[in-house]
């Protein structure tokens, strides 16, 4: 089937919710509401004719109104595609700072969502609710923002390390007479991170594990004080 | 599951063991590069992984929005470094399907030339590094010997051993010389040769059979639900080929090659060994794309004419986006580009293969020995730079 037959087969199935196929596009789309995400990719993937065995690709790509997310699914048995997408739209004035849009997750259906929505999640902040595992995967864990959004602020340091292109080296530092202090951020601080609820890091906001001593994930950000060896 | 059972602990008695918390990598041999897996094992046995990835993030992504569309070539050189002719390809296809462009058929058929080479070349690095995770030393050397000829065939076309920056889009940035497609030509004689003492080498040995079958058995429904794709995928019996049933470049179509998928010959199907085999196999299928498509490079330009007017002031595609897909060595390598109007794009997403490949692990390793963990990560055969990009 091509795209438009998926289409029809799709808008036909769910209800609500399931916009019109873009055609013009290189790669024609379907834009489906976030509540109506679930149902839709479900269906994709248990029909017989459709039958999305495979989720290829989760992307969030962020514009000026809106954030999108993109789910590339293909099928192994018809050997066709399709791209779904699904878009939050941006409330007056949200940056990255103060704005955490909100997508269902589809890790139950597809074990390779995980880590996929993880990334998304850790580079632009895109929160998928119902989401088994919901830490960063690529950057720390005490990392702060997320980096592909368009309005984020590079840092100056990270745990002690300067990440300037023009810092002065470690090796070429006095003491005596520090040099000058980093600019303040230009977006205002402090710099609020919703609280993780899925991470397992008792300052996080999240459950601490029973076992939390001796784990290997328990240091804590800021720490650093060259103790211990 | 079995297995675990033997080993149940009955805190009654007097002799038990306990849980203990083990670290691997980053800096171990069998992690193939800077992968970290926080193991909880009760002996030998592994009860649950968990991998930590993101050591070697570069934040390619972040860089593709701020460099232009060609200069992004070389940065996807840097993703999966073991294949990076493979990596130009998929990404010079991208912004062409961007830019509603083709290639000339003389780039074509060398892309499709130097991609199958380099196949041959990460695949060999596959099998050269397995044997060693399995406590095989020499195949190590044999690869390595074969890899070194593929590097010195394709550094005369590009100028790097390595790092290749050779297909860019709308053509391949230099003409191949005279006499390069019958020293590729000579180079596959003396591969298939070299491929059969590999055989008898690694192979077919009973030991390595021993460490690999029915080890880590992905079955086919849950290789399609973690996405995976490439070897790993066709060991688990899903004959899925994108150079076959999505072709991407033209000369793929008149090619005749088979798509080896696994037979769970010395164990179950999808089994450590069946992965190992398919890319044995795949190699063989690379060396007869190879043979086919050398005679028939056609004379004429190596690149498209207006594309390379484009290149003297930066592209600035329509808005728009485009998904390509490619088969790599790995699997599949997608490129996903929003275009605003620009001279770069706004979003540049890369959907790795060794990404999600890796992502089974978790799910692979609770039940197995320590040392079947290592034979699981050495089979899935990931490039760390691709993983954390």
Request: hydrophobic share 35%; charged share 25%; net charge negative.
């Given at each position: 089937?091509?795209?438009?037959?998926?289409?029809s087969k799709?808008?036909g199935?769910?209800?609500?919710?399931?916009?019109a196929?873009d055609?013009?596009?290189?790669?024609?789309?379907?834009?489906?509401?976030p509540g109506s995400?679930v149902?839709a990719?479900?269906f994709?993937k248990n029909d017989a004719?459709?039958r999305?065995?495979?989720?290829?690709?989760?992307?969030?790509?962020?514009?000026?109104?809106?954030?999108e997310?993109?789910?590339?699914?293909s099928?192994v048995?018809h050997?066709?595609?399709l791209?779904?997408?699904?878009?939050?739209?941006?409330p007056?004035?949200?940056?990255h700072e103060?704005?955490i849009?909100?997508?269902?997750s589809v890790?139950?259906?597809y074990?390779?969502?995980?880590?996929h929505e993880?990334e998304q999640?850790?580079l632009?902040?895109?929160?998928?609710t119902?989401h088994?595992?919901?830490?960063?995967?690529l950057?720390?864990?005490?990392?702060?923002?997320h980096?592909l959004?368009?309005?984020?602020?590079?840092?100056?340091e990270?745990?002690?390390?300067?990440?300037?292109?023009?810092a002065?080296p470690l090796?070429?530092?006095?003491e005596?007479?520090?040099?000058?202090?980093?600019a303040?951020r230009?977006?205002?601080t402090?710099?609020?991170?919703?609280?993780?609820?899925?991470s397992?890091?008792?300052?996080a906001?999240?459950?601490?594990?029973?076992?939390?001593?001796?784990d290997?994930r328990?240091?804590k950000p800021?720490?650093?004080?060259g103790?211990?060896? | 599951m079995?297995a675990?059972e033997?080993?149940?602990?009955?805190?009654n008695?007097?002799?038990?063991?306990e849980?203990?918390?083990?670290n691997?990598?980053?800096q171990h041999?069998s992690?193939h590069?800077?992968l970290?897996v926080?193991?909880k094992v009760d002996g030998e046995i592994?009860?649950a992984?968990r991998?930590?990835?993101?050591?070697l993030?570069?934040c390619?992504e972040k860089i593709?929005?701020?460099?232009t569309?060609?200069?992004?070539t070389?940065?996807t050189?840097?993703?999966?470094?073991?294949?990076?002719?493979?990596?130009n390809l998929?990404?010079?296809?991208t912004v062409?399907?961007?830019l509603?462009v083709?290639?000339p058929e003389?780039a074509?058929?060398?892309?499709?030339?130097v991609?199958?080479?380099?196949?041959?070349?990460?695949h060999l690095?596959?099998f050269?590094?397995?044997g060693?995770?399995i406590?095989?030393?020499?195949?190590?050397?044999?690869?390595f010997r074969?890899?070194e000829s593929?590097?010195?065939?394709?550094?005369?076309?590009s100028?790097?051993?390595?790092?290749?920056?050779?297909?860019?889009?709308g053509?391949?940035a230099?003409d191949?010389?005279?006499g390069?497609?019958?020293d590729?030509?000579?180079?596959?004689?003396?591969?298939?040769?070299r491929?059969?003492?590999y055989n008898?080498?690694l192979?077919?040995?009973?030991i390595f059979i021993?460490?690999?079958a029915?080890?880590?058995?992905?079955p086919?429904?849950m290789?399609?639900d973690?996405g995976l794709?490439g070897?790993?995928l066709?060991?688990?019996?899903?004959?899925?080929d994108?150079r076959?049933d999505?072709?991407y470049?033209?000369?793929?179509?008149d090619?005749?090659?088979d798509?080896p998928?696994?037979?769970g010959?010395?164990?179950t199907?999808?089994d450590?060994?069946?992965?190992y085999?398919?890319?044995?196999r795949?190699?063989?299928?690379s060396?007869?794309?190879?043979r086919?498509?050398c005679?028939?490079?056609?004379?004429?330009?190596?690149?498209d004419?207006?594309?390379n007017?484009?290149?003297?002031?930066?592209?600035?595609p329509?808005?728009?986006e485009?998904?390509?897909r490619c088969?790599?060595p790995?699997?599949?390598?997608?490129f996903?580009v929003?275009?605003e109007?620009?001279?770069s794009p706004?979003?540049c997403r890369?959907?790795a293969?060794s990404f999600?490949?890796?992502?089974v692990l978790d799910?692979?390793?609770?039940?197995?020995?320590?040392?079947?963990?290592?034979a699981?990560?050495?089979?899935?055969?990931?490039?760390?730079?691709?993983?954390?990009?």
């Amino acid at each position: 089937m091509n795209e438009t037959d998926i289409h029809s087969k799709l808008a036909g199935a769910v209800v609500s919710g399931v916009g019109a196929l873009d055609e013009s596009a290189k790669d024609p789309f379907v834009v489906v509401d976030p509540g109506s995400l679930v149902p839709a990719v479900t269906f994709l993937k248990n029909d017989a004719d459709c039958r999305m065995e495979m989720l290829n690709c989760v992307t969030a790509v962020e514009r000026e109104d809106c954030i999108e997310v993109v789910y590339h699914l293909s099928s192994v048995t018809h050997r066709h595609s399709l791209t779904l997408k699904t878009r939050v739209e941006r409330p007056a004035g949200g940056t990255h700072e103060s704005w955490i849009p909100e997508v269902p997750s589809v890790a139950a259906l597809y074990a390779s969502a995980d880590w996929h929505e993880r990334e998304q999640w850790d580079l632009l902040g895109v929160r998928f609710t119902d989401h088994p595992d919901h830490r960063r995967i690529l950057l720390p864990e005490e990392w702060i923002g997320h980096p592909l959004r368009k309005d984020y602020v590079y840092p100056h340091e990270h745990g002690g390390m300067p990440l300037d292109l023009d810092a002065v080296p470690l090796y070429e530092r006095d003491e005596a007479t520090p040099s000058e202090p980093a600019a303040p951020r230009p977006s205002g601080t402090p710099l609020v991170q919703p609280p993780n609820p899925n991470s397992d890091r008792p300052d996080a906001g999240g459950v601490a594990p029973a076992d939390s001593d001796g784990d290997l994930r328990s240091i804590k950000p800021g720490s650093n004080d060259g103790g211990g060896h | 599951m079995e297995a675990l059972e033997m080993y149940t602990v009955d805190p009654n008695d007097d002799v038990y063991t306990e849980e203990l918390k083990l670290n691997l990598g980053p800096q171990h041999p069998s992690t193939h590069g800077v992968l970290r897996v926080e193991l909880k094992v009760d002996g030998e046995i592994i009860t649950a992984s968990r991998c930590d990835i993101g050591y070697l993030h570069r934040c390619a992504e972040k860089i593709g929005e701020n460099v232009t569309y060609l200069q992004f070539t070389p940065y996807t050189d840097r993703m999966d470094y073991l294949a990076s002719m493979n990596n130009n390809l998929a990404w010079s296809l991208t912004v062409e399907k961007l830019l509603g462009v083709e290639a000339p058929e003389r780039a074509q058929w060398i892309r499709v030339i130097v991609a199958e080479l380099n196949r041959i070349a990460s695949h060999l690095i596959a099998f050269g590094t397995y044997g060693i995770d399995i406590g095989a030393n020499t195949p190590f050397f044999y690869a390595f010997r074969e890899r070194e000829s593929i590097m010195a065939l394709l550094e005369r076309p590009s100028g790097a051993r390595m790092l290749y920056n050779y297909v860019h889009p709308g053509g391949v940035a230099h003409d191949i010389e005279d006499g390069w497609l019958e020293d590729v030509l000579a180079f596959c004689d003396e591969f298939e040769m070299r491929w059969k003492e590999y055989n008898t080498l690694l192979s077919h040995n009973a030991i390595f059979i021993g460490r690999t079958a029915n080890i880590g058995v992905i079955p086919k429904d849950m290789a399609l639900d973690y996405g995976l794709t490439g070897p790993v995928l066709r060991a688990s019996g899903v004959s899925w080929d994108l150079r076959r049933d999505v072709p991407y470049l033209a000369p793929y179509d008149d090619l005749e090659f088979d798509v080896p998928v696994g037979e769970g010959t010395h164990g179950t199907l999808g089994d450590c060994w069946d992965r190992y085999w398919v890319r044995m196999r795949e190699m063989m299928e690379s060396i007869r794309i190879i043979r086919q498509a050398c005679p028939r490079v056609p004379a004429g330009p190596f690149m498209d004419k207006a594309m390379n007017r484009m290149y003297k002031t930066p592209l600035k595609p329509e808005p728009g986006e485009a998904y390509m897909r490619c088969e790599n060595p790995r699997g599949e390598l997608g490129f996903y580009v929003v275009a605003e109007g620009g001279t770069s794009p706004i979003r540049c997403r890369t959907r790795a293969p060794s990404f999600c490949n890796l992502s089974v692990l978790d799910a692979l390793l609770p039940g197995t020995m320590i040392a079947d963990g290592v034979a699981i990560i050495g089979s899935l055969d990931i490039v760390l730079g691709e993983v954390d990009r």
